[in-house]
Structures are given as structure tokens and as C-alpha cells.
């Protein structure tokens, strides 16, 4: 059973704290995801991976870093929180290999900062 | 500028009936249609999908329709259930993107009444 987790449900940080949130993924895809998901705006591309210490910026990569050291983990840093920053993060992996391959997403992180 | 739309925020059905929740693009470059369902508190899950080549694709229940000329496809589900109340994500893919990276829309939340 294909499985991305998250370190955290729920998190509460305070503005200007460094952030990290972990996801790690059991099924050996290349390629891994972040989102943050807002209301009214969906699901937007913070930044993906599609190798080790392979990166790229996304949508909304603005206030955001990433690390992939491992294939199995990637990890989104938050290097000084703002409240505009709260909002509910979702990690996905998918395959590589011909065409489009779907995303596996984790239970998502809600994080606030105050 | 929003490549990936989904006009309709919400929508209701009585049990039994058809669901159809719809999806509009604007770059003619997409070649890929994936859909999503999410549930409160759960990460999206992957549905049906659609390649450009096809105009249509069914699984059981769910079928989703393109229509290339009017970058529109659509997602019907027949008969719709209590437990298919969630939210839908449209999303889409143009080829030879690194990772296979998708865009999403807004998102349809499907209540289905018993």
C-alpha cells in the first residue's frame, strides 16, 4: 500500500520562526511535490523534485526553500514564518517514466503562524 | 493567470442522479487530464484520468469527457452516492514538463443528498 506521510497534522508556529515540514514517501517515486492549499485557490505548485538534490520552483515558490537529500524525503522550509504563510500544506510523489503519471498526496499539514 | 478552471465552487445532487462537474483550460499545450477527489482532513486521492488522444475514458461509476476545440472536459458520475461527497480537483499536464508537474484548479465541492 503506496503511502506519503507528513511530520505533522497540525502545527503553530510564530512569525519569524524557521519552519520545516517533512514528508516522506515509501514507494521509491522520483518525483516528489509541495502544495499549499487555500480557500477559492486550490491547490498551488510551491515547489517539486524530480531527483535528489534536484529541485524547481513552482507557482508560488516566493518565501519558501526545499531539500531533497534522499530520494524518499523532501523537505519545505519556511526560513521566517508569516501569517500569510498559515495555510494547509500537501506533500505528493509520483513515478517517472512515459507520460503523466498520477500524484500520491499525504494527509496534509495545517500550519498556523501567529 | 489561471490556466486550470473550475467555475463552479460547490454542487448539489440527489442521490441516484448524475453528477457532472466540469473543468476549463486555456493553454493549448495541456495533453493530460487527471481528476481528484478529497475528502476533510485527507490528502487528494487520484480518480480517472484522460489523455488528449481520447474523448472519453469510463471507470465504473466515473467517466470524465474532453473536448480538445473547447478546452473543456467534464467528469460524470452515475449514479452518485452519499459517500462521493468531497471535493473535486481538475488537473492537468503538458508534455516533456519535468516531472510530470500538474496544474490544478479551485476545486468543486460535490454534495451528494441522500
Known amino acids: 500500500d503506496v503511502k506519503v506521510t507528513q511530520s505533522s497534522r497540525y502545527l503553530v508556529k510564530r512569525t519569524g520562526e524557521k519552519v520545516f515540514l517533512e514528508c516522506v514517501q515509501d514507494?521509491?517515486?522520483?518525483?516528489m511535490f509541495w502544495y499549499r492549499q487555500d480557500p477559492g485557490l486550490g491547490l498551488r505548485l510551491i515547489y517539486f523534485?524530480?531527483?535528489?538534490?534536484?529541485?524547481e520552483k513552482g507557482d508560488i515558490p516566493e518565501g519558501y526553500s526545499v531539500s531533497r537529500e534522499k530520494k524518499e524525503r523532501f523537505s519545505l522550509i519556511l526560513e521566517s514564518a508569516s501569517t500569510n504563510q498559515t495555510s494547509m500544506y500537501l506533500c505528493?510523489?509520483?513515478?517517472?517514466?512515459?507520460?503523466?503519471?498520477?500524484?500520491?498526496f499525504g494527509p496534509g499539514t495545517r500550519l498556523t503562524v501567529l | 493567470d489561471q490556466q486550470v478552471k473550475q467555475n463552479s465552487p460547490s454542487l448539489s445532487v440527489q442521490e441516484g442522479r448524475i453528477s457532472i462537474l466540469n473543468c476549463d483550460y486555456t493553454?493549448?499545450?495541456?495533453?493530460?487530464f487527471l481528476w481528484y477527489k478529497k475528502y476533510p482532513a485527507e490528502g487528494p486521492t487520484f480518480l480517472i484520468s484522460?489523455?488528449?488522444?481520447?474523448d472519453k475514458n469510463e471507470d465504473g461509476r466515473f467517466t470524465v469527457f474532453l473536448n480538445k476545440s473547447a478546452k473543456h472536459l467534464s467528469l460524470h458520475i452515475v449514479p452518485s452516492q452519499p459517500g462521493d461527497s468531497a471535493v473535486y480537483f481538475c488537473?492537468?499536464?503538458?508534455?516533456?514538463?519535468?516531472?510530470?508537474?500538474?496544474?490544478f484548479g479551485d476545486g468543486t465541492t460535490l454534495t451528494v443528498k441522500p
Open positions: 505528493a510523489s509520483s513515478l517517472s517514466g512515459r507520460g503523466v503519471n498520477e500524484q500520491f
Open positions: 488537473a492537468a499536464s503538458a508534455p516533456n514538463t519535468n516531472a510530470g508537474k500538474s496544474t
Open positions: 493553454n493549448s499545450m495541456f495533453d493530460y
Open positions: 484522460i489523455s488528449s488522444i481520447k
Open positions: 523534485s524530480y531527483d535528489v538534490k534536484m529541485k
Open positions: 514507494m521509491d517515486h522520483e518525483n
